[in-house]
């Protein structure tokens, strides 16, 4: 055992040694000039093509002053937030860094650990990385420039090189911006508001920052924080003896700054492009670059918008815009119209060309990113893939089922289609909500199929058999199925306990529905939507996208969906779509009580979705809620047939101009038919047995005959395969059979665009008449329209 003395020689002797090498590191480091990142420079944004779309964006607005005409009360603001021994330390405040531990732990506002001399060497000499040895070289930078710089000069390099937010970097600019004075004008109050920016401008600023964080950052939690923290260092200062009682009370009211304002270069939709690639790049570089090093410029960023496309989009919503919404002829139906579309090319996910709103230096919500629009019908894909993949559960069966429980569900599988169907779980259980009351799932415009193919379910945009397929998949299942497609699981996916989930209470953005319809395009392969390319800072290579695929769904359950969605555009509610010459599926999608309204659809190279609401502009609002659309445009209602599929032809037909013509695989067989929400398998009729009489004079051969009958639909049609017997072509006034079991007298119509007067039921079995809708004419809207 070594002695006391050789143990304390050895720890005192290391002691020594450490404390040396300190003292040595401390004695050689030499405070580097103000860092490059300091000082303000543009951000260039191109497209696609590498040509320049805008210089700006995160161009800093810079101007240093002297330490004179800081405001006193600027000063005092942020020695009593950030450091109250800035005076007296030596650039390291020991007893800072644990109270503002200690009021962390305690869940109240804090005083910041680092000191102002630390952050100052941190902002304006140091890179942002997270690394020990930036800590340790921060650390002994601190020591020197505490020794070596005076205090009134710290005070003036921090504040005039801090990010204020707004691309504000240093004091003047930020007085500038806010308030549009300069910094010595600035008063107590608003000195108090400055410094609350300084603790992150992105979720102090009252404007918001929801491309920054979409759930955190909005305008109303903004301003609560501010207004709280506001409120807290002005008190801050009285406890210090920096601001007397007397004038703190007169400062009651939170000093409002003003309106968000946008460069002038931002204007149409270059301001959208540019928040989304900045938002994207922030989200996704590895070399975990920050809101305020973007700010500071340098960077070179490369878009994968399409110039053209861009153009093309926006040209064919300013169409409808022209044509049919007028604000002062009808103000109360008319105003507030908003439209948001994106574009995605399928085989990379590069988001080509987006619609965010008429100008962004006027709004500033990005209609193309998450508005809170519900997408109603256009979600029913997903649960048509979720019941290929997983199938319908076993009713004898427990809530959690294996794939051997589960059947596999084909299209051709046939539901009830009643209008305000009663819901059932699984095991045929009534489904009530917590108030104890029955789900009675209703149709658009209240009508009733009877069994009919989830094929013509889509068709037609039917609720009711897709919220009881939802019910028996499993919504759990539907909403694995939607994320993924590519859908995410934030606030903007509805709750999956309710019914009402499969047709689309959700409210995910046009570039993630178009990404997630692409997946079906692509047979099943899932990638990412991406709008950056490539990032450039002084000319080194930081950033480049890497495209990475994922097996989303097999082929043959993608392109069965893709089939259906196919003669959604065709035969349906989506026929307003259809491009001559071309594949195209796509779905229609309406919300309950007319608030929004959608069409996603896709070529085989393209995919793209087109929203339309009404929402009023000013996000001070309280309860600001969606508006209902019936008569907005002229139009009765707002289908997703209408408006939004328009505005996706018109766009569709010229982007997709010059392409190579392709055609979508035909799908595989896949599943088995079953039935559900009441919809009962038919029963074959067995054929009467001949008397022996009978059978006697009945000839082995049939006797020959110069020329076969032409067999009518019911003969050639597989039983209750609707679009078969449809196709097969009714004259006006005629009665079509669609029977199981044949039986003599049924009559069915089921109209899919057929001649008017047809007769319109449905029947099963060998029940003799069908219900008589008397649907005369054209296609009918289901309820996603």
């Given at each position: 055992?070594?002695?006391?003395?050789?143990?304390?020689?050895?720890?005192?002797?290391?002691?020594?040694?450490?404390?040396?090498?300190?003292?040595?590191?401390?004695?050689?480091?030499?405070?580097?000039?103000?860092?490059?990142?300091?000082?303000?420079?543009?951000?260039?944004?191109?497209?696609?093509?590498?040509?320049?779309?805008?210089?700006?964006?995160?161009?800093?607005?810079?101007?240093?002053?002297?330490?004179?005409?800081?405001?006193?009360?600027?000063?005092?603001?942020?020695?009593?937030?950030?450091?109250?021994?800035?005076?007296?330390?030596?650039?390291?405040?020991?007893?800072?860094?644990?109270?503002?531990?200690?009021?962390?732990?305690?869940?109240?506002?804090?005083?910041?650990?680092?000191?102002?001399?630390?952050?100052?060497?941190?902002?304006?000499?140091?890179?942002?990385?997270?690394?020990?040895?930036?800590?340790?070289?921060?650390?002994?930078?601190?020591?020197?420039?505490?020794?070596?710089?005076?205090?009134?000069?710290?005070?003036?390099?921090?504040?005039?090189?801090?990010?204020?937010?707004?691309?504000?970097?240093?004091?003047?600019?930020?007085?500038?911006?806010?308030?549009?004075?300069?910094?010595?004008?600035?008063?107590?109050?608003?000195?108090?508001?400055?410094?609350?920016?300084?603790?992150?401008?992105?979720?102090?600023?009252?404007?918001?920052?929801?491309?920054?964080?979409?759930?955190?950052?909005?305008?109303?939690?903004?301003?609560?924080?501010?207004?709280?923290?506001?409120?807290?260092?002005?008190?801050?200062?009285?406890?210090?003896?920096?601001?007397?009682?007397?004038?703190?009370?007169?400062?009651?009211?939170?000093?409002?700054?003003?309106?968000?304002?946008?460069?002038?270069?931002?204007?149409?939709?270059?301001?959208?492009?540019?928040?989304?690639?900045?938002?994207?790049?922030?989200?996704?570089?590895?070399?975990?670059?920050?809101?305020?090093?973007?700010?500071?410029?340098?960077?070179?960023?490369?878009?994968?918008?399409?110039?053209?496309?861009?153009?093309?989009?926006?040209?064919?919503?300013?169409?409808?815009?022209?044509?049919?919404?007028?604000?002062?002829?009808?103000?109360?139906?008319?105003?507030?119209?908003?439209?948001?579309?994106?574009?995605?090319?399928?085989?990379?996910?590069?988001?080509?060309?987006?619609?965010?709103?008429?100008?962004a230096t006027q709004h500033y919500t990005n209609n193309a990113d998450a508005t809170g629009a519900q997408v109603g019908s256009t979600f029913k894909p997903f649960v048509l893939a979720a019941a290929m993949q997983y199938g319908k559960r076993d009713p004898e069966g427990t809530a959690e089922q294996s794939e051997s429980e589960r059947t596999l569900v084909s299209p051709k599988s046939v539901y009830n289609g009643d209008n305000k169907l009663q819901i059932k779980t699984y095991n045929g259980e009534?489904?009530?909500?917590?108030?104890?009351?029955?789900?009675?799932?209703?149709?658009?415009?209240?009508?009733?199929?009877?069994?009919?193919?989830?094929?013509?379910?889509?068709?037609?945009?039917?609720?009711?058999?897709?919220?009881?397929?939802?019910?028996?998949?499993?919504?759990?299942?539907?909403?694995?199925?939607?994320?993924?497609?590519?859908?995410?699981?934030?606030?903007?996916?509805?709750?999956?306990?309710?019914?009402?989930?499969?047709?689309?209470?959700?409210?995910?953005?046009?570039?993630?529905?178009?990404?997630?319809?692409?997946?079906?395009?692509?047979?099943?392969?899932?990638?990412?939507?991406?709008?950056?390319?490539?990032?450039?800072?002084?000319?080194?290579?930081?950033?480049?996208?890497?495209?990475?695929?994922?097996?989303?769904?097999?082929?043959?359950?993608?392109?069965?969906?893709?089939?259906?969605?196919?003669?959604?555009?065709?035969?349906?509610?989506?026929?307003?779509?259809?491009?001559?010459?071309?594949?195209?599926?796509?779905?229609?999608?309406?919300?309950?009580?007319?608030?929004?309204?959608?069409?996603?659809?896709?070529?085989?190279?393209?995919?793209?979705?087109?929203?339309?609401?009404?929402?009023?502009?000013?996000?001070?609002?309280?309860?600001?809620?969606?508006?209902?659309?019936?008569?907005?445009?002229?139009?009765?209602?707002?289908?997703?047939?209408?408006?939004?599929?328009?505005?996706?032809?018109?766009?569709?037909?010229?982007?997709?101009?010059?392409?190579?013509?392709?055609?979508?695989?035909?799908?595989?067989?896949?599943?088995?038919?079953?039935?559900?929400?009441?919809?009962?398998?038919?029963?074959?009729?067995?054929?009467?047995?001949?008397?022996?009489?009978?059978?006697?004079?009945?000839?082995?051969?049939?006797?020959?005959?110069?020329?076969?009958?032409?067999?009518?639909?019911?003969?050639?049609?597989?039983?209750?395969?609707?679009?078969?017997?449809?196709?097969?072509?009714?004259?006006?006034?005629?009665?079509?059979?669609?029977?199981?079991?044949?039986?003599?007298?049924?009559?069915?119509?089921?109209?899919?665009?057929?001649?008017?007067?047809?007769?319109?039921?449905?029947?099963?079995?060998?029940?003799t008449n069908g219900n008589a809708n008397g649907n005369g004419g054209g296609g009918i809207f289901g309820g996603g329209g």
């Amino acid at each position: 055992m070594p002695s006391w003395k050789l143990v304390s020689g050895l720890c005192l002797g290391f002691l020594g040694l450490m404390m040396g090498a300190a003292g040595i590191a401390y004695a050689l480091v030499v405070p580097p000039e103000i860092n490059d990142l300091a000082k303000a420079q543009n951000n260039v944004y191109y497209w696609a093509d590498d040509t320049e779309m805008v210089a700006t964006g995160g161009s800093v607005n810079r101007q240093e002053i002297e330490y004179a005409q800081i405001p006193v009360a600027m000063r005092n603001a942020v020695i009593s937030a950030e450091n109250k021994s800035f005076e007296t330390d030596r650039g390291i405040d020991p007893m800072g860094i644990a109270r503002a531990v200690w009021n962390m732990a305690k869940g109240g506002e804090t005083q910041g650990g680092s000191t102002i001399t630390q952050q100052y060497v941190k902002n304006s000499r140091l890179t942002q990385d997270q690394t020990l040895s930036r800590k340790v070289k921060e650390l002994f930078i601190t020591l020197k420039v505490g020794e070596t710089v005076g205090k009134n000069e710290v005070m003036a390099g921090y504040l005039n090189v801090s990010y204020y937010g707004r691309g504000a970097s240093g004091l003047q600019a930020a007085a500038r911006t806010y308030y549009g004075k300069d910094a010595q004008d600035l008063n107590a109050s608003e000195c108090a508001f400055l410094a609350t920016l300084l603790k992150g401008a992105s979720y102090y600023d009252p404007a918001g920052a929801p491309d920054v964080d979409p759930v955190q950052a909005t305008a109303k939690k903004n301003t609560e924080r501010a207004k709280a923290r506001w409120k807290w260092i002005l008190d801050e200062e009285v406890k210090d003896g920096r601001l007397s009682a007397a004038e703190r009370a007169k400062f009651k009211t939170f000093p409002m700054p003003d309106a968000k304002r946008t460069d002038a270069k931002l204007g149409g939709q270059t301001g959208y492009l540019v928040d989304l690639a900045t938002k994207y790049f922030l989200a996704h570089n590895d070399q975990n670059i920050t809101e305020k090093e973007l700010a500071l410029g340098g960077y070179e960023i490369h878009t994968t918008f399409d110039k053209n496309k861009v153009k093309q989009l926006q040209k064919s919503v300013e169409k409808v815009y022209k044509a049919k919404i007028d604000e002062k002829e009808r103000p109360d139906l008319d105003s507030h119209v908003e439209f948001g579309g994106a574009s995605v090319d399928t085989a990379t996910g590069a988001i080509v060309a987006t619609y965010g709103g008429q100008d962004a230096t006027q709004h500033y919500t990005n209609n193309a990113d998450a508005t809170g629009a519900q997408v109603g019908s256009t979600f029913k894909p997903f649960v048509l893939a979720a019941a290929m993949q997983y199938g319908k559960r076993d009713p004898e069966g427990t809530a959690e089922q294996s794939e051997s429980e589960r059947t596999l569900v084909s299209p051709k599988s046939v539901y009830n289609g009643d209008n305000k169907l009663q819901i059932k779980t699984y095991n045929g259980e009534v489904w009530r909500d917590k108030d104890q009351n029955d789900w009675l799932q209703t149709n658009d415009g209240q009508h009733d199929y009877g069994p009919i193919t989830l094929r013509y379910a889509m068709q037609e945009s039917a609720n009711s058999p897709y919220v009881q397929l939802g019910m028996d998949v499993g919504t759990d299942k539907v909403k694995e199925a939607a994320l993924a497609a590519g859908l995410r699981d934030d606030q903007y996916l509805a709750d999956s306990n309710y019914p009402s989930f499969s047709i689309g209470t959700s409210s995910p953005s046009a570039i993630r529905m178009a990404g997630a319809y692409a997946t079906f395009a692509t047979s099943g392969k899932q990638r990412e939507p991406f709008s950056v390319s490539e990032v450039k800072h002084l000319g080194e290579v930081i950033y480049q996208h890497k495209t990475e695929t994922k097996a989303a769904f097999s082929s043959a359950i993608a392109d069965n969906v893709t089939d259906v969605l196919k003669n959604v555009v065709e035969n349906g509610t989506g026929t307003p779509a259809k491009l001559e010459g071309r594949d195209v599926a796509g779905k229609t999608g309406t919300t309950d009580g007319n608030k929004s309204a959608w069409f996603v659809g896709y070529t085989p190279q393209l995919s793209t979705a087109v929203s339309m609401f009404r929402l009023d502009d000013d996000e001070t609002k309280k309860n600001r809620e969606f508006l209902e659309m019936f008569g907005t445009g002229g139009e009765e209602k707002i289908h997703g047939a209408s408006f939004p599929a328009q505005i996706w032809h018109d766009y569709m037909a010229d982007a997709v101009k010059g392409t190579k013509v392709k055609a979508f695989p035909k799908p595989e067989p896949l599943g088995e038919t079953v039935y559900g929400g009441g919809a009962a398998s038919p029963s074959p009729t067995p054929s009467p047995t001949p008397s022996p009489s009978e059978s006697s004079e009945m000839p082995t051969t049939p006797p020959p005959s110069p020329t076969s009958p032409t067999p009518s639909p019911s003969e050639t049609c597989a039983p209750l395969d609707w679009e078969c017997r449809n196709n097969g072509g009714t004259s006006e006034g005629s009665t079509e059979g669609n029977t199981e079991g044949s039986t003599e007298g049924t009559t069915e119509g089921t109209t899919e665009g057929t001649a008017e007067g047809t007769t319109e039921g449905t029947t099963q079995g060998s029940t003799t008449n069908g219900n008589a809708n008397g649907n005369g004419g054209g296609g009918i809207f289901g309820g996603g329209g």
